[in-house]
């Protein structure tokens, strides 16, 4: 069954698979315990990090497949590209450290 976007015009949807699996794994695995470290029961952690995970898939369906345009892409210059790529793995460091707060103050 192939992808479509919006206009109709077929999306390749590995990146989608992998933001959405990405998310998922780093969301499930650290949420309950991120949570439970300021209080909250195993069961609310693991609800909170499921809704997360949930808004995660729909925003990425969103962003990778619905309003993706095949032509626009093609036409924003290897530079800028590069440059979004940083910025992604600098926020994705940040992420990291922010997760791993309660570990080192617990």
Do not use: C, E, K
């Amino acid at each position: 069954m192939p992808v479509r976007n919006r206009d109709g015009d077929r999306v390749d949807p590995v990146p989608f698979f992998v933001v959405t699996s990405l998310s998922a794994m780093v969301l499930i695995s650290f949420g309950p315990i991120y949570l439970s470290a300021f209080g909250l029961p195993l069961g609310i952690g693991l609800a909170v990090s499921g809704a997360v995970t949930l808004v995660a898939a729909i925003v990425s369906y969103h962003q990778l497949v619905w309003t993706h345009d095949p032509v626009r892409m093609a036409a924003i210059p290897a530079a800028d590209r590069f440059r979004r790529l940083l910025y992604a793995i600098a926020i994705l460091v940040g992420l990291a450290v922010l997760l791993s707060i309660p570990l080192f103050v617990v």
